[in-house]
């Protein structure tokens, strides 16, 4: 049911309308223009409504605000309507019909002009929605930390954020109708981009590193995303990349990378002569006290060779480990990892208590679960070492919990994992427990130390399948 407003010229001609169209809708009858579905006038007031009914259609546009005119053979004021293909839009009247109406014919068109209304009320609807998603897509855009930018399939640039044109140095009026070769180091030959292009003109993703340079002339590396921008039947309308620079990164990483071979080469060489020079005076010196302070020397000569050499496996576990995706039965790993501690350790004991029937992990973790268990059996200062392992299951995830009879996780160490960060006052002595840290939070896990008088309890959850 509709509100239908009547604009006629005389109580008599308003009220006997409104009693024909109030069987099906609800008329309006007061003289004071309304906003309502649709609008019945008749010539004679026309002149009177016209200038409110123009305002109301172009205020409620795109929707269909139908207006049907009643033409009477005896009213002296004709209106003179412009052809539909000329006029301006929307059009003022939208149908007519002749006096006296025809009731049938009456409802029909209204019928036809509500359908209108109805059909165009849900198009601006939708527009309205796709208009607000759109607000929220370049709000979005606008605000994100990465650089983008957006081109046609010419590899024009049609749009830059704000990060592009901080990152690059290029404003957005100085960007716009250029090709991305604007930021071109010369880094990359001709080749690099002939598949970068090819690559996106067949419909996919390019995913790389590439040195480009500022406006400035300062050259800076990037990991970037190229993709298509394709229609429904996977027509290319355009490209768009985003941009995260990690020159900072790559330039620490070759930093790490120098300071690790050279302070690693230093302490082996070094290390293994002072190691050897202090095997002679252990022979060339009777004094018992001298002996003492050799064996001390050889001792810590030696802890630190073991931490370079461990050093050395962490980094070589974790530089493989990120790039396999392998997965492994839990209860087998566990199996595994004590059979070859007892063999290596054969006064320790080892208990294995588990749950995880069926539960695969990522093999990533196994270093780390490695560590732990051996951790609990090297640092003891039992008589008789002893490790319990237990696995319980827990929906998506599963908790190992290695407890040990030593001494215990010292509090600094255990604070400076639980925190993630080591400070000039506060950081740990060794890398195991970072190493088994780094690895667990890999693959999405948890690490918790709890220590007491009898022993250390590490518990390890992680995401098993």
Same mark, same amino acid.
């Given at each position: 049911?509709?509100?239908?407003?009547?604009? #006629?010229?005389?109580?008599?001609?308003?009220?006997?309308?409104a009693?024909?169209?109030?069987?099906h809708?609800? @008329?309006?009858? *007061?003289?004071?223009?309304?906003?309502?579905?649709?609008?019945?006038?008749?010539?004679?007031?026309?002149?009177?409504?016209?200038?409110?009914?123009?305002?109301?259609?172009?205020?409620?546009?795109p929707?269909?605000?139908?207006?049907?005119?009643?033409?009477?053979?005896?009213?002296?004021?004709?209106?003179?309507?412009?052809?539909?293909?000329?006029?301006?839009?929307?059009?003022?009247?939208?149908?007519? &019909?002749?006096?006296?109406?025809?009731?049938?014919?009456?409802?029909?068109?209204?019928?036809?002009?509500?359908?209108?209304?109805?059909?165009?009320?849900?198009?601006?609807e939708?527009?309205?929605?796709?208009?607000?998603?759109?607000?929220?897509?370049?709000?979005?855009?606008?605000?994100?930390?990465?650089?983008?930018?957006?081109?046609?399939?010419?590899?024009? +640039?049609?749009?830059?954020?704000p990060?592009?044109?901080?990152?690059?140095?290029?404003?957005?009026?100085?960007?716009?109708?250029?090709?991305?070769?604007?930021?071109?180091?010369?880094?990359?030959?001709?080749q690099?981009?002939?598949?970068?292009?090819?690559?996106?003109c067949?419909?996919? &993703?390019?995913?790389?590193?590439? /040195?480009?340079?500022?406006?400035? =002339?300062?050259?800076?590396?990037?990991?970037?995303?190229?993709? @298509?921008?394709q229609?429904?039947?996977?027509? +290319?309308?355009?490209?768009?990349?985003?941009?995260?620079?990690?020159?900072?990164?790559? #330039?620490?990483?070759?930093? #790490?990378?120098?300071?690790?071979?050279?302070?690693?080469?230093?302490?082996?060489?070094? =290390?293994?002569?002072?190691?050897?020079?202090?095997?002679?005076?252990?022979?060339?010196?009777?004094?018992?006290?001298?002996?003492?302070?050799?064996?001390?020397?050889?001792?810590?000569?030696?802890?630190?060779?073991?931490?370079?050499?461990?050093?050395?496996? /962490?980094?070589?576990?974790?530089?493989?480990? &990120?790039?396999? *995706?392998?997965?492994?039965?839990?209860?087998?790993?566990?199996?595994?990892?004590? *059979? =070859?501690?007892?063999?290596?350790?054969?006064?320790?004991?080892? &208990?294995?208590?588990s749950?995880?029937?069926?539960?695969?992990?990522?093999?990533?973790?196994?270093?780390?679960?490695?560590?732990?268990?051996?951790?609990?059996?090297?640092?003891?200062?039992?008589?008789?070492?002893?490790?319990? +392992?237990?696995?319980?299951?827990?929906?998506?995830?599963?908790t190992?919990?290695?407890?040990?009879?030593? @001494?215990?996780?010292?509090?600094?160490?255990?604070?400076?994992?639980?925190?993630?960060?080591?400070?000039?006052?506060?950081? =740990?002595?060794?890398?195991?427990?970072?190493?088994?840290?780094w690895?667990?939070?890999?693959?999405?896990?948890?690490?918790?130390?709890?220590?007491?008088?009898?022993?250390?309890?590490?518990?390890?959850?992680?995401?098993?399948?």
């Open positions: 049911m509709a509100d239908i407003q009547l604009l #006629l010229a005389g109580d008599g001609n308003r009220d006997a309308l009693s024909v169209v109030a069987e809708h609800t @008329p309006i009858t *007061d003289g004071e223009f309304r906003e309502a579905d649709l609008h019945i006038v008749d010539e004679s007031s026309f002149p009177k409504y016209r200038a409110a009914i123009e305002q109301y259609k172009h205020r409620a546009d929707v269909f605000c139908p207006v049907i005119l009643v033409r009477r053979e005896e009213t002296p004021v004709r209106i003179d309507l412009p052809d539909i293909d000329a006029a301006e839009q929307p059009l003022v009247v939208n149908d007519i &019909v002749t006096a006296p109406v025809d009731t049938q014919a009456l409802f029909r068109t209204i019928a036809n002009l509500l359908a209108r209304r109805s059909h165009t009320e849900d198009l601006a939708n527009l309205r929605e796709q208009n607000n998603e759109l607000r929220r897509f370049r709000n979005a855009v606008e605000h994100a930390g990465h650089a983008i930018l957006i081109t046609n399939t010419n590899g024009i +640039i049609e749009y830059v954020n990060a592009f044109e901080e990152l690059t140095g290029f404003s957005a009026e100085e960007a716009i109708g250029r090709t991305p070769r604007i930021l071109k180091s010369g880094e990359q030959g001709e690099f981009y002939e598949r970068l292009w090819d690559t996106i067949r419909g996919e &993703v390019w995913t790389s590193e590439i /040195v480009n340079e500022r406006k400035s =002339g300062e050259r800076f590396i990037l990991n970037q995303t190229i993709a @298509p921008i229609d429904a039947d996977g027509t +290319i309308q355009g490209f768009v990349g985003i941009q995260n620079e990690i020159t900072g990164r790559r #330039l620490r990483e070759q930093q #790490l990378t120098v300071f690790h071979r050279i302070l690693r080469h230093n302490l082996r060489n070094n =290390g293994t002569t002072i190691s050897g020079r202090a095997d002679i005076l252990s022979e060339l010196v009777d004094d018992e006290d001298a002996l003492a302070h050799l064996e001390t020397i050889k001792g810590n000569v030696q802890s630190l060779l073991d931490i370079s050499e461990k050093a050395h496996h /962490v980094q070589e576990l974790l530089a493989d480990s &990120v790039t396999d *995706d392998v997965e492994r039965e839990l209860e087998a790993v566990l199996s595994d990892i004590t *059979d =070859g501690l007892a063999a290596a350790y054969p006064d320790a004991e080892f &208990v294995v208590e749950d995880v029937t069926s539960s695969t992990i990522d093999a990533k973790v196994v270093p780390a679960l490695q560590e732990l268990i051996e951790n609990g059996i090297k640092h003891s200062d039992a008589s008789a070492p002893r490790v319990t +392992i237990r696995a319980e299951r827990h929906d998506t995830t599963a190992v919990t290695v407890s040990d009879n030593g @001494p215990g996780v010292p509090d600094q160490e255990r604070r400076v994992i639980e925190a993630a960060e080591e400070k000039p006052l506060e950081h =740990g002595s060794g890398l195991g427990l970072w190493f088994a840290y690895l667990i939070s890999y693959v999405g896990g948890d690490i918790d130390i709890q220590t007491d008088g009898d022993g250390t309890s590490i518990a390890v959850t992680m995401p098993v399948r």
